[in-house]
């Protein structure tokens, strides 16, 4: 059974910085093709921050671009959201997402909660 595990959530003041990272276990010789980052605030839609292709093809949401950073390690199917000068409006909980085998079946962590203070 595929599995997302993410870490590196927490609380963190304005300005400061996070490290998410989320790993795709049990793929097998499964192919991996995009993975991202999507995030939900209380009341809100879930929607996308940042995704990558296995190719190495970069999406970002408009208000984050600039100050997250995508990055994925293909050999241990993890991607890496670097999240710097965060803002109180990035507070959410952020879901891994992945788009694995010939179908592109979607797979979702278990979600992350990111804090920002004012």
């Known amino acids: 059974q595929v599995q997302l595990v993410e870490s590196g959530g927490g609380l963190v003041q304005a300005g400061g910085s996070l490290r998410l990272s989320c790993v795709a276990s049990?793929?097998?010789?499964?192919?991996?093709?995009?993975m991202g980052w999507f995030r939900q605030a209380p009341g809100q839609r879930r929607e996308l921050v940042a995704a990558i292709t296995d190719g190495g093809r970069i999406n970002y949401l408009d208000s984050v671009k600039g100050r997250f950073t995508i990055s994925r390690d293909n050999a241990k199917n993890t991607v890496y959201l670097q999240m710097n000068s965060l803002k109180p409006e990035d507070t959410a909980v952020y879901y891994c997402?992945?788009?694995?085998?010939?179908?592109?079946?979607?797979?979702w962590g278990q979600g992350t909660q990111v804090t920002v203070s004012s």
């Open positions: 049990n793929t097998g010789y499964i192919r991996v093709h995009s």
């Open positions: 997402n992945a788009e694995i085998g010939w179908s592109h079946s979607a797979y």
